[in-house]
């Protein structure tokens, strides 16, 4: 079945520090591809997609590009915040019939430090 | 704007107790379906939704029922506790799947004894 695999946290780094979390999948057909973050307390927030290979999905400084031939779709941000501490979710979707629900990876913690 | 709520936030059960999950939505979404978030293993789906009076299970629907008789009220029961159901569960709701993003509520934390 479909799959996303992320990479083991948690991951500290210190502000104005560059970001990379890793995450591929597995899927039978052309999934979409999400990142969601989820702050203390609260539920996940969508913060960027791609439906496409090649689609390069941004928003809050963060970005991803959709791999088609690495099956991968990295996180990345040039300068972390202290406000950027959180839970980070990737997660694929087929897009047709009763697929258009999200497979989950198992989440990636990271604190930034001041 | 409400969004997505979901009560209690916090629940104990004891092993066989059965209890329901409340889940609200007030943004006219079609698509709701519940989640279970599990220390090292991400969300699973448990049951969704793709409309009032259509639902359907998800990867881990054992132990767990739904309904769906309103575009609003998606809850979710648990019929008979067990220790291994003690999780965070998640509600979310899009307008029609996940490429239109899906809006989640803040959690119930539930412990089984």
């Known amino acids: 079945g479909d799959s996303v695999t992320q990479m083991e946290g948690p991951v500290t780094l210190s502000e104005e520090a560059f970001l990379t979390i890793n995450c591929t999948y597995t899927?039978?057909?052309?999934?979409?591809l999400f990142w969601y973050v989820q702050y203390p307390g609260e539920g996940l927030q969508l913060l960027l997609k791609a439906t496409k290979a090649d689609d390069k999905g941004s928003n809050k400084g963060f970005e991803a590009t959709y791999r088609k031939e690495t099956t991968s779709f990295h996180l990345e941000k040039g300068s972390v915040q202290v406000s950027d501490s959180a839970v980070y979710f990737c997660a694929s979707s087929l897009s047709s019939g009763s697929a258009r629900q999200l497979t989950f990876g198992s989440g990636t913690q990271l604190t930034v430090l001041p | 704007n409400a969004g997505v709520t979901q009560t209690p936030k916090f629940q104990v059960l004891k092993t066989g107790q059965s209890m329901t999950l409340q889940c609200a939505q007030d943004?006219?979404?079609?698509?709701m379906s519940w989640y279970r978030q599990d220390p090292g293993m991400g969300l699973r789906l448990i049951h969704y939704s793709v409309g009032a009076g259509i639902t359907d299970q998800g990867e881990v629907p054992n132990g767990y029922n739904v309904s769906r008789s309103t575009t609003e009220d998606f809850p979710l029961r648990l019929l008979s506790a067990a220790p291994s159901q003690t999780s965070v569960y998640f509600c979310a709701s899009s307008l029609r799947g996940a490429l239109y993003g899906y809006t989640f509520g803040s959690g119930t934390r539930l412990t089984v004894v």
């Open positions: 899927a039978t057909g052309y999934p979409s």
């Open positions: 943004m006219n979404h079609e698509y």
